[in-house]
T-cell receptor, first 113, second 115 residues
Framework: ETGVTQTPRHLVMGMTNKKSLKCEQHLGHNAMYWYKQSAKKPLELMFVYNFKEQTENNSVPSRFSPECPNSSHLFLHLHTLQPEDSALYLC????????????FGSGTRLTVV | GESVGLHLPTLSVQEGDNSIINCAYSNSASDYFIWYKQESGKGPQFIIDIRSNMDKRQGQRVTVLLNKTVKHLSLQIAATQPGDSAVYFCAENPGTQGGSEKLVFGKGTKLTVNP
């Protein structure tokens, strides 16, 4: 365990479903991130939160809705997804906008059917 | 915009050999670089980092080399072991841009170690 925990590890959902991904960190970090990792592509930054405030939305479709109730928890609410949204969704945290790297969770493998 | 890329998508080596994984970056303002290792079913894990004021840094069995002239980064793994099989990718920090400093990641090279 890296200190960043993501649940569930695997998720299969239909295009009309609503589901949520959860991320939790106990590292005392105040910045949290959602990344999308698709095959043969670089990590795609989706959202950034710093001290619970969203500081970046990287042109993510509205069917992805993040929530950060406190500095230790981050959610990604999903609704009416498309098959191309199938990917590994990674959560990361850092101390501030750490220039010195992020700590990643193990990810949620999402399959949209 | 800035981007980070890798020269080879896959690399296959024999156990015990040395491995070299390469990375090219485009932002000459980047001053900090990281190598991550991602094993199957896991998130990326920090391996080693280097600042732009250095050209070499060594860790345990790993060495990172930075050539700022050609904007090239490499990761050398000595005596590669089966447990080293993973996807490796580099990340750069392009410095303060718009008030935030976020890492930019490359695509990754899949290293396979043959017994």
């Amino acid at each position: 365990e890296t200190g960043v925990t993501q649940t569930p590890r695997h998720l299969v959902m239909g295009m009309t479903n609503k589901k949520s991904l959860k991320c939790e960190q106990h590292l005392g970090h105040n910045a949290m991130y959602w990344y999308k990792q698709s095959a043969k592509k670089p990590l795609e930054l989706m959202f950034v939160y710093n001290f619970k405030e969203q500081t970046e939305n990287n042109s993510v479709p509205s069917r992805f809705s993040p929530e950060c109730p406190n500095s230790s928890h981050l959610f990604l609410h999903l609704h009416t997804l498309q098959p191309e949204d199938s990917a590994l969704y990674l959560c990361a945290s850092s101390q501030g906008y750490s220039r010195y790297g992020y700590t990643f969770g193990s990810g949620t493998r999402l399959t949209v059917v | 915009g800035e981007s980070v890329g890798l020269h080879l998508p896959t690399l296959s080596v024999q156990e015990g050999d040395n491995s070299i994984i390469n990375c090219a970056y485009s932002n000459s303002a980047s001053d900090y670089f990281i190598w991550y290792k991602q094993e199957s079913g896991k998130g990326p894990q920090f391996i080693i980092d280097i600042r732009s004021n250095m050209d070499k840094r060594q860790g345990q069995r790993v060495t990172v080399l930075l050539n700022k002239t050609v904007k090239h980064l490499s990761l050398q793994i000595a005596a590669t072991q089966p447990g080293d099989s993973a996807v490796y990718f580099c990340a750069e920090n392009p410095g303060t841009q718009g008030g935030s400093e976020k890492l930019v990641f490359g695509k990754g090279t899949k290293l396979t170690v043959n017994p």
